[in-house]
């Protein structure tokens, strides 16, 4: 019973579990709304402590596309998969057929794509049993560039709303986070002039970001208290929580990051309270979702990055509404979404 609880106060139509154990799959997929659209999400490779956390993870992120797509003006619901296991090992391509065997089960209500721990190689394992699947090699592919210009579109937006100027030249910037979008958001952030700080649990991916962009590198720990103006959190979320409030120094928090708000009810008031301008994770990371519903209906490359980087406005419009309505930038961002998909519900049939 506790499954359907956990389901009903979040509003998820369905969830599915699939076990191959000769290939060692553990695999759960959450659809969370189809008011908009089939249901579409990446599919995260992680070592979980148990089949709880799994599928509150799945629940959780499955929650964020349906808002993700609804704020960014996508017609599509919110999914996501996780596969509970091991994501280092080598030997990939059974267990992605079963999960692509997984994903062809729903028969077109949920649509899949690479996230963390996953690539567009594991992807193309999923497409020999599948249609549903985008983010392929010679296709979109990797949704990394277009998450990142969409993040720094966010940033320039929160500048504007902060500073009253969105230029990030000599603005300090901590960037927690060096994998794909976070490397690229460093780039980009970097070609405009801005002062980096970085860290990550991976020593390559520092050193690198290190060499190419001049950023000076601390401790994954110490990177929550850098004396920074912005923090762009780009790696697990509930970065934001108790322990980490207290050390923020930042005016502006601005990520790539899923669910940065540990308990959104509790820590999006904290940030307010010290005066820190927090961009919506769902918002604002919504380029890699702009990027695979590109790849569905064919955009090119360009039009993708340009769609991508409406986020810019869409945050303008976000805050203007939190300092009308006297909400945080969170709430405005949910009533925003929530707004779309009620008046979708008048229009067309859920899938």
């Not at 992680?46 to 003006?73: C, F, N, P, Q, V």
């Not at 057929?97 to 594991?122: C, F, K, M, Q």
């Not at 005016?251 to 899923?258: M, P, S, Y």
């Not at 540990?262 to 994770?281: C, F, M, N, Q, W």
Request: negative net charge.
């Amino acid at each position: 019973m506790e499954l359907f609880n956990l389901m009903s106060e979040s509003g998820h139509e369905q969830i599915i579990y699939w076990s191959d154990p000769e290939f060692g799959y553990r695999g759960i997929i959450a659809v969370h709304d189809t008011t908009l659209g089939p249901a579409l999400g990446g599919t995260r490779f992680w070592t979980y402590e148990d089949a709880r956390e799994a599928t509150i993870d799945a629940l959780r992120l499955s929650r964020g596309m349906t808002y993700k797509a609804a704020i960014t003006g996508l017609n599509l619901g919110g999914g996501k998969s996780v596969i509970w296991g091991d994501n280092k090992q080598v030997d990939r391509e059974m267990i992605f057929r079963a999960h692509g065997r997984a994903v062809e089960s729903l028969g077109g209500r949920y649509i899949t794509a690479e996230d963390v721990g996953t690539s567009p190689d594991d992807m193309e394992y999923v497409a020999m049993e599948t249609e549903y699947v985008v983010g392929l090699h010679g296709r979109s592919g990797d949704p990394s560039p277009v998450t990142a210009y969409g993040v720094y579109q966010g940033i320039k937006a929160s500048a504007a709303q902060r500073y009253g100027n969105d230029s990030l030249k000599d603005r300090h910037i901590a960037v927690q986070g060096l994998g794909h979008v976070g490397y690229y958001l460093c780039e980009d952030l970097a070609a405009e002039g801005a002062k980096l700080t970085v860290a990550d649990i991976d020593p390559e991916a520092v050193s690198r970001v290190v060499e190419e962009f001049g950023a000076t590198a601390v401790d994954p720990e110490a990177i929550y208290g850098v004396d920074a103006d912005i923090f762009a959190p780009c790696a697990l979320g509930a970065v934001v929580n108790d322990e980490t409030v207290a050390q923020f120094s930042f005016d502006i928090i601005a990520g790539a990051a899923n669910n940065v708000l540990a308990r959104s009810a509790v820590h999006g008031p904290a940030l307010t309270e010290k005066d820190i301008l927090y961009a919506p994770d769902y918002v604002i990371n919504a380029g890699g979702l702009v990027n695979v519903y590109g790849e569905i209906h064919e955009w090119d490359a360009e039009r993708s990055k340009k769609k991508a980087g409406e986020i810019y406005q869409t945050l303008l419009r976000i805050y203007e509404l939190a300092e009308t309505e006297g909400v945080g930038t969170y709430a405005a961002a949910d009533r925003v979404a929530e707004d779309r998909i009620a008046q979708a519900h008048h229009l067309q049939r859920t899938w």
